[in-house]
C-alpha cells in the first residue's frame, strides 16, 4: 500500500473540548503506531482532508513522523476556508499544517456550497488511496459513517483493506503508555 487515507471523528464527538486534553495524546499514539506499521511496509503517503480532530492530529503524526521516516502527508480539503468557522487555536493548526504539508489543495475551488462536497472528498479520498484508516466506533459512527461507507462500497469493487482504530485499541494504547510510566508500579 503506497497511499493511505486516514478519517476518524471530530473532537467533540469524543468528548473532547480543549486543545491540551490528554486523551489527544493517547489518540495521537494510537494512530502513530498503525502508520509506523504501515511506513514499514512500504507506505508513501497519508491523505487527509484536515477536518478538525482525528484528521489534524494525523497530520501533526505525520509532520513528527517525517523526522525518521520518508513518508509524505498530502491534505485535501472538501472546499476552500474549510477552517473559518473554528475555533481560533484549531484555525491555526490547520493553517501549520497546510505549510508543512507536501501537498495541498482543496478539492473545490470555493467556499462551502453544499453538502454534496463532503460527499465528492469521501469519493475522492478513496479513490485515490490504496486503503484507509478509520477511528471508528461502529456502535456509535458519528459523523466518520459517511466515510466509512463509501470505503466499504470501494472494497466491495476492488481490493481497498479498511484498517480501524477502535475504542479497544485506544484502551490497550492508554495501557501501554501508563505501563511505561516508572511511577505506575510503584
Known amino acids: 500500500m503506497d497511499v493511505l487515507a486516514v478519517t476518524g471523528y471530530k473532537p467533540m464527538e469524543m468528548n473532547i473540548f480543549k486543545q491540551d486534553d490528554p486523551k489527544i495524546s493517547f489518540v495521537k499514539a494510537a494512530i502513530q503506531k498503525k502508520i509506523i506499521g504501515f511506513i514499514e511496509e512500504g507506505l508513501e503517503w ?27 502527508l498530502g491534505i485535501f480539503p472538501p472546499f476552500t476556508n474549510q477552517e473559518s468557522r473554528w475555533p481560533e487555536q484549531m484555525q491555526q493548526t490547520y493553517q501549520e499544517l497546510l505549510m508543512l504539508a507536501d501537498f495541498q489543495q482543496p478539492i473545490y475551488q470555493s467556499d462551502y456550497k453544499g453538502p454534496y462536497q463532503f460527499k465528492a472528498k469521501n469519493k475522492w479520498m478513496v479513490d485515490k488511496s490504496d486503503g484507509c484508516l478509520i477511528l471508528l466506533d461502529e456502535e456509535y459512527p458519528g459523523s466518520s459513517r459517511f466515510f466509512h461507507e463509501e470505503a466499504k462500497k470501494a472494497s466491495e469493487q476492488k481490493d481497498y483493506p479498511i484498517y480501524t482504530i477502535t475504542p479497544l485499541d485506544l484502551d490497550d494504547i492508554v495501557q501501554e503508555i501508563q505501563m511505561e510510566d516508572p511511577d505506575y508500579w510503584s
Not at 497519508?46 to 509524505?72: A, C, F, P, R
Open 46 to 72: 497519508v491523505l487527509i482532508s484536515g477536518q478538525m480532530g482525528v484528521e489534524l492530529w494525523t497530520g501533526e503524526v505525520i509532520i513528527d513522523l517525517k523526522e525518521t521516516y520518508d513518508v509524505k
